[in-house]
T-cell receptor, first 111, second 112 residues
Framework: QKEVEQDPGPLSVPEGAIVSLNCTYS??????FMWYRQYSRKGPELLMY????GNKEDGRFTAQVDKSSKYISLFIRDSQPSDSATYLC???????????FGDGTTLTVKP | GAGVSQTPSNKVTEKGKYVELRCDPI?????LYWYRQSLGQGPEFLIY????????DSGLPNDRFFAVRPEGSVSTLKIQRTERGDSAVYLC??????????FGQGTRLTVV
């Protein structure tokens, strides 16, 4: 079983919808949680970076971490066709360079 | 340059050959990372440099893989005796602080 599990989708929503993306993990030592967006044939791009439990908001994006449940979420409000991409969650331990990634969820936002 | 630069963008090689993949990180970033991404999967950690030294090489799959960063900036990932299973996109990232990775476009390696 992988340390980080992510539903691969694909997920298809109409423009303007609220999107919820999720990951679960098994390693309780993870303290830092990231969400990356990856367009086809491009490298991942960092969207959100949070430490420990709680919420963080940045524009249309909200990241939530629930360490007690080992569950993290990314919400996208007012989704746009330009949000169509693969979303990767990632996490790491304190003082560790290595990040462990999920396999990504592919999102399509239809106009 | 403004971002992480990887060369070549594509590399096709024959089974058994040696390849070198180059990464030029963002200027001033002390940390450099190599990941490998297969189709439909997330990036898989290979190695992490802090300055010139490999701080964590636990992800290198076997002794055919080696990476260097002699002057603390440019890094080269070297693969000996390539196998078809090595075919993947090799991603390089750099960061000023741990965790906030800035990725390059990747090198797509195909072993035929």
């Amino acid at each position: 079983q992988k340390e980080v599990e992510q539903d691969p989708g694909p997920l298809s929503v109409p423009e303007g919808a609220i999107v919820s993306l999720n990951c679960t993990y098994s390693n309780s030592a993870f303290q830092y949680f990231m969400w990356y967006r990856q367009y086809s044939r491009k490298g991942p791009e960092l969207l959100m970076y949070t430490y420990s439990s709680g919420n963080k908001e940045d524009g249309r994006f909200t990241a939530q971490v629930d360490k007690s449940s080992k569950y993290i979420s990314l919400f996208i409000r007012d989704s746009q066709p330009s949000d169509s991409a693969t979303y990767l969650c990632a996490m790491r331990r304190t003082n560790a360079g290595k990040s462990t990634f999920g396999d990504g969820t592919t999102l399509t936002v239809k106009p | 340059g403004a971002g992480v630069s990887q060369t070549p963008s594509n590399k096709v090689t024959e089974k058994g050959k040696y390849v070198e993949l180059r990464c030029d990180p963002i200027s001033g970033h002390t940390a450099l990372y190599w990941y490998r991404q297969s189709l439909g999967q997330g990036p898989e950690f290979l190695i992490y440099f802090q300055g010139t030294g490999a701080a964590d090489d636990s992800g290198l799959p076997n002794d055919r893989f080696f990476a260097v960063r002699p002057e603390g900036s440019v890094s080269t990932l070297k693969i000996q005796r390539t196998e078809r299973g090595d075919s993947a996109v090799y991603l390089c990232a750099s960061s000023l602080i741990q965790g906030s990775l800035f990725f390059g476009q990747g090198t797509r390696l195909t072993v035929v």
